[in-house]
C-alpha cells in the first residue's frame, strides 16, 4: 500500500476538465467580429482563472495574439496593470497619444486576427488601464478575456467593462461528480475509488479549489492511500491551513457580532431562522455564505457550502463549542422539538456540550437515528444511554449498530450484555433476531446462526414471535445460496398482499403490544428471502413482483432493530430484473442502491450492492466496469471485516481481470480468495473467478472441472439461476455439447427471459447451428448479455464460414465487431474464433482451440474421442492453413484479436 504521505503529492496545476459549453461560446465570441468581451463569473475557487487561461492557449493556438493584464487592487501608479504590455514613455495624462501607442503595440497583427487580452478578475485594474482598455474595446482594437467573482458585486470598473452589448457572459458551475473522478484519477495518476470520488465531490461541492486542498491535506495525512488498485480514503476529510485562510478571507467584511450567529449555524445547522438575529441573517445572506429554506411555515438557515462547514467548525473553541451547543439544545427544547431530527440533535448537543445526557432523551434519540440508518449516531447515543443506564434496548441498538458499522466483535459482547438484561419475550425475540444476523452475514456461521433461531423457537411461545424466527430462517438460508432449503421454510408464508388485506385486524393484547411490529417483523424478513428463492428457482416473474412489493413494504416501515436496510432488498428488485432479461434496467437500479447506501454511510449495504453492481456489469459484459465495482466492494468489505461479502467480491474481481487477460491480477484475486467463507445468495458463483483466470491461462479443462463441480453444488441447492449461469459458462469454454441437456431441463423449469436466451445459445452451440446461434445473438442482444451475444455471431460467423455461406458469415462477423464495441475489449476463447479459427473446419477450430488451452494431443484425443494420430494429421493440416510450425506460434495465431 502506497501512502500520501510517502513522497506523493497533488500537483500544483490540477487538470481541466468540463465545461465544454462555455468553451464553445468562447471560441463562437472570438469568431464573431460584433463580440468585443467574453466574461466569466462565479465564487470563488471554482475555476474561473484556470478557465481563462485554457481559453487564452486555444485562442492562441489559433493565430491570435494575446497577453495578461495584471490585477493591482492597492492605489499605485496610473497604467499599472498595462505598463508591460505599453512602450516606454506612455502617458496616462495625454489620453489621445495613449490610445494611438496601445492600439498600435496591441494590434491584432494578421488579417483575421484578434488581441486577446487576458484580465483575470475586471475589479483589479487601475482605473487608467480600464479606461484605455474600453477605448480600445470600443474601438474593436482588443478582445478582452475577464474573470469577475459576482456580476451582482461588481466594482465600478469591471461593471463599465462587461456591460455592453458586446460583451458576452457565462457563469462557471461546479464539477459533476463524474468530472470530479476524472480529475482525481488524473491528478493523482490512478484510479479512485467510487466511494472516495463521492466523499470528496459531496464536501468540496465541484468547487476545484476546495478539492484540491481537501485532496492534498489528505495525501498528507496519510487518510488517501493507494492500496495497489485505486486511490482511497480511510479516514475523515480535514481542512487544509491554505483552505482555512481561503475561507477566512471569504468571510473577512463579517462582523464580530455576526460572526457568533456563523459559528452557530455552522454547529447547529439546519437553523431556525426565527431565532437567528434579523441583522446577522442578513448580512450572511447578503454575503452569500448562508441559504434560507423553507419547509411548511418554518425557515431553516444553512451554511451555503459544505466545505464553511468543516473550517468554521473546527475554528471554534472547545469551551465556546460546549456553550453553543448547550443553548441551542435548550433553545429546541423550548420551543417544542417539533421535527423528528430535533430529539436526535437535542441529545447529540447535549452529549457533546456536557458528556451526558438524560437516560430516556438519550434512548429517543438513538431509536429515531435508526429509524434514518445513521448507524454512527446510533452508535455514539447508544453508547451514551449504557453508560447512563442498565437498560436492555440501548445495548440492542449498539449492539446492531457496531455490526452495521463492522466491528462484529464488539457487536457479540454487546449482545452478550443485551442478553442479561432481556425483560420479556419481545426483547428475547429482537436478541435472537440480532445474534443470527451477526452470525450469519458477518461471522458467516450457517449452524450457529440457525442454532441461535432454532433455541429462540423452543423457548418463544407467541406464534406470532415464532413466525418471525421462520422469516429470519428462510433469509438465512438463502444468504447461504439455498433457495430450495429458504422457499420450503418461507414458501408459505404471508405475502405483502396479504398483510395490506389483513391490516384492519384489531392486534389487541394485554401489556406490550407487539403483535403488529411482530408482523411486521415477519413480513420484511420472509418477503426478500422468498423473492429471491422464486427467482433463483426459476419462478422469476412471480419474484419479480414480490420482489418489488417486498421493496416497497422496507421502505414504507418505521425502522427498528433487526430489519436489514432497504439496499438489501432493492438488490433482490436487481436479480429479479437480471433474471427477465433487463440487465440494463437492474444496472440502473444498482446505481440508485449505491446511492442510497453511501448517503446511509452503512458499510454493510455499500459493499453488498458494489457486488451485485459487479456482477450486473459481468452479464452486461462489461469487464472494466465489473472490476472497478468488485474492487469497491472489496474495499468495504475488508475494512469493515465482512469475510462473506469480501470473498464475492474478489471472485468477481478475478473474473473482470480474467475477461480482459490481465492475469496477474486475476491470479492475485483468486488466491485473496483461499480461506474465506464461501458465502451469498450466489454462493454456487463463486468458483467462475478462479475458472475463467484458469481459462485465461490457458487450462480450460480444469477450468471445466471446476465449473461442473459448481454447477452440481447449484443443482443441489435448487439455484437454477447459478445453475444456468455456470452451464453457459462451460458452453462458452467449449463444453457445449454435454451442457445442453442440463440446460434444456433447467430453463423448462424457469420462466425467466436471460435464462431462455442462455438456453438457445447453449443448444445452436452444441448443435453447430449458425442459423440458431444467429438468432441466440440477437435474444441474448435484447436481455442485455452483449459479450455472450458476441460470442454467438462470432460462432454463427465461423459455421457459416465452414459452409462457404459467406454473405452470411459477413453480417454475422459485423454483428459479433459491434457488439464486442461495448465490452471494453474483453477477450474471450469464444471470440478468437473470428480471426484465424474461421479458415478451419469445426473439427479443426475445436482441436486448435484444445491445442491452445494447454492440452497435448493424447489429452485432446481423450477430450474428442478420436486417435492420438488423427488429432496428428489435423494438427499438421491447422498449421498448413495457418501458416505457423509450433504450438506456440498456433497461440499467437489463433488467440489474434482484431477489434478494428
Avoid at 404471508?494 to 415477519?522: F, H, V
Wanted: net charge negative.
Amino acid at each position: 500500500m502506497r501512502e500520501g504521505g510517502e513522497g506523493v503529492e497533488a500537483p500544483a496545476a490540477w487538470p481541466f476538465v468540463g465545461h465544454e459549453q462555455e468553451i464553445a461560446a468562447f471560441d463562437e465570441a472570438l469568431a464573431d467580429r460584433r463580440r468585443h468581451a467574453f466574461v466569466v463569473h462565479g465564487p470563488p475557487g471554482i475555476g474561473k482563472s484556470h478557465f481563462a487561461q485554457v481559453c487564452r492557449e486555444r485562442a492562441e493556438a489559433a493565430g491570435h495574439p494575446a497577453a495578461r493584464a495584471v490585477a493591482v487592487f492597492a492605489p499605485g501608479a496610473p497604467l499599472a496593470s498595462l505598463a508591460h504590455l505599453l512602450p516606454h514613455g506612455a502617458d496616462a495624462g495625454d489620453p489621445v497619444s495613449l490610445f494611438a501607442l496601445a492600439r498600435e503595440a496591441l494590434g491584432p497583427g494578421e488579417e483575421g486576427r484578434r488581441y486577446v487580452l487576458l484580465a483575470d478578475d475586471l475589479d483589479g485594474l487601475d482605473e487608467a488601464s480600464a479606461r484605455l482598455v474600453a477605448q480600445l474595446l470600443e474601438a474593436g482594437a482588443v478582445f478582452l478575456l475577464g474573470t469577475v467573482t459576482s456580476l451582482r458585486d461588481l466594482g465600478p470598473v469591471a461593471y463599465r467593462l462587461q456591460s455592453s452589448g458586446q460583451a458576452l457572459r457565462r457563469a462557471l458551475g461546479g464539477l459533476s461528480e463524474r468530472q470530479t473522478g476524472e480529475v482525481l484519477h488524473r491528478a493523482l495518476g490512478g484510479p479512485v475509488e467510487p466511494r472516495t470520488v463521492s466523499l470528496l465531490h459531496r464536501v468540496s461541492a465541484g468547487n476545484p479549489c476546495y478539492l484540491r486542498e481537501f485532496t492534498q491535506h489528505a495525501l498528507a495525512a496519510d487518510g488517501l492511500v493507494d492500496d495497489g488498485e485505486w486511490w482511497t480514503l480511510v479516514s475523515d476529510v480535514g481542512a487544509s491551513p491554505l483552505l482555512s485562510e481561503m475561507v477566512g478571507r471569504s468571510l473577512s467584511g463579517v462582523s464580530d457580532e455576526t460572526r457568533g450567529t456563523l459559528d452557530r449555524i455552522a454547529l447547529c445547522q439546519p437553523v431556525e431562522a426565527a431565532t437567528l438575529p434579523a441583522g446577522a441573517l442578513e448580512e450572511l445572506e447578503r454575503a452569500g455564505i448562508v441559504r434560507t429554506v423553507r419547509e411548511g411555515r418554518r425557515e431553516s438557515v444553512t451554511l451555503r457550502h459544505p466545505a464553511h462547514e468543516k473550517v468554521l467548525r473546527s475554528a471554534v473553541s472547545s469551551p465556546e463549542r460546549r456553550r453553543i451547543l448547550g443553548d441551542e439544545a435548550e433553545l429546541v427544547r423550548a420551543r417544542g422539538a417539533k421535527r423528528l431530527t430535533d430529539k436526535i440533535r437535542i441529545a447529540s448537543w447535549q452529549l457533546a456540550a456536557t458528556g451526558s445526557a438524560d437516560p430516556d432523551t438519550l434512548l429517543r434519540a438513538a431509536t429515531l437515528a435508526r429509524r434514518t440508518q445513521n448507524f454512527r449516531t446510533v452508535r455514539e447515543l447508544s453508547r451514551a444511554a449504557c453508560r447512563e443506564g442498565e437498560d436492555f434496548l440501548p445495548r440492542l441498538l449498539l449492539a446492531e449498530s457496531l455490526y452495521e458499522l463492522g466491528d462484529l466483535t464488539g457487536a457479540w459482547e454487546v449482545f452478550e450484555e443485551a442478553a442479561q438484561r432481556a425483560e420479556d419475550e419481545f426483547d428475547r425475540l429482537l436478541l435472537a433476531l440480532g445474534r443470527s444476523r451477526l452470525l450469519a452475514w458477518g461471522f458467516i456461521d450457517l449452524h450457529q446462526a440457525l442454532d441461535v433461531n432454532a433455541r429462540a423457537a423452543r423457548e418463544l411461545r407467541e406464534q406470532r414471535h415464532r413466525d418471525v424466527l421462520t422469516a429470519a430462517r428462510g433469509a438465512v438460508l438463502m444468504a447461504f445460496g439455498r433457495p430450495d432449503d429458504a422457499l420450503a421454510v418461507v414458501g408459505g408464508a404471508r405475502t405483502a398482499t396479504d398483510r395490506a388485506e389483513d391490516a384492519s385486524g384489531d392486534g389487541s393484547g394485554n401489556g406490550k403490544d407487539t403483535a403488529p411490529e411482530a408482523d411486521c417483523l415477519a413480513g420484511v424478513l420472509g418477503d426478500g428471502a422468498r423473492a429471491t428463492a422464486l427467482v433463483a428457482t426459476g419462478r422469476v416473474q412471480e419474484g419479480l413482483a414480490a420482489a418489488r412489493d417486498a421493496y416497497d413494504e422496507r421502505v414504507r416501515l418505521d425502522e427498528s432493530p433487526a430489519i436489514p436496510h432497504p439496499v438489501e432488498h432493492l438488490s433482490v428488485v436487481m436479480f429479479a430484473l437480471a433474471e427477465d432479461g433487463r440487465l440494463e434496467e437492474a444496472y440502473k437500479t444498482g446505481k440508485q442502491g449505491w446511492q442510497e447506501a453511501l448517503a446511509d454511510d452503512v458499510a454493510g449495504a455499500e459493499a453488498l450492492i458494489a457486488a451485485a453492481l459487479a456482477r450486473c456489469a459481468l452479464l452486461l459484459g462489461r469487464p472494466v466496469r465489473a472490476r472497478r465495482w468488485a474492487s469497491q466492494s472489496a474495499c468495504v468489505a475488508s475494512r469493515n471485516s465482512f469475510p462473506g461479502t469480501l470473498h464475492t467480491a474478489l471472485a468477481l474481481k478475478a473474473e473482470a481481470a480474467a475477461l480482459t487477460q490481465d492475469l496477474p491480477a486475476a491470479r492475485t484475486a483468486s488466491a485473496a480468495c483461499a480461506g474465506l467463507p464461501r458465502w451469498g445468495v450466489f454462493r454456487p458463483e463463486l468458483p467462475l473467478g478462479e475458472a475463467w483466470s484458469l481459462a485465461a491461462e490457458g487450462k480450460q479443462h480444469a477450468a471445466r472441472d471446476m465449473l461442473w463441480e459448481a454447477a452440481e453444488d447449484a443443482r443441489a441447492a435448487g439455484h437454477l439461476a447459478a445453475e444456468a449461469h455456470l452451464l453457459t459458462d462451460l458452453a462458452r469454454l467449449g463444453d457445449a455439447r454435454n451442457a445442453e441437456p442440463e440446460m434444456t431441463r433447467v430453463a423448462a423449469a424457469s420462466d425467466g427471459g436471460l435464462t431462455a436466451a442462455r438456453a438457445a445459445y447453449v443448444g445452436a452451440l452444441a448443435a453447430a447451428d449458425p442459423e440458431r446461434l444467429q438468432e441466440s445473438a440477437q435474444l441474448l442482444e435484447s436481455a442485455g448479455a452483449l459479450l455472450v451475444a458476441a460470442e454467438a455471431a462470432a460462432a454463427a460467423c465461423t459455421h457459416w464460414s465452414q459452409r462457404g455461406e459467406h454473405r452470411h458469415a459477413t453480417a454475422a462477423e459485423n454483428l459479433s465487431l459491434g457488439l464486442q464495441r461495448h465490452c471494453e475489449q474483453a477477450r474471450t476463447p469464444g471470440l478468437t474464433v473470428l480471426g484465424a479459427a474461421k479458415h478451419l473446419t469445426s473439427r479443426e477450430a475445436e482441436i486448435a482451440g484444445l491445442v491452445c488451452a494447454g492440452l497435448t494431443n493424447a489429452e485432446v484425443a481423450e477430450a474428442v474421442t478420436i486417435s492420438k494420430r488423427t488429432v496428428d494429421n489435423h494438427l499438421q493440416n491447422i498449421y498448413r492453413k495457418l501458416g505457423v510450425r509450433s504450438r506456440r506460434a498456433l497461440r499467437a495465431e489463433y488467440l489474434r484479436e482484431d477489434f478494428t
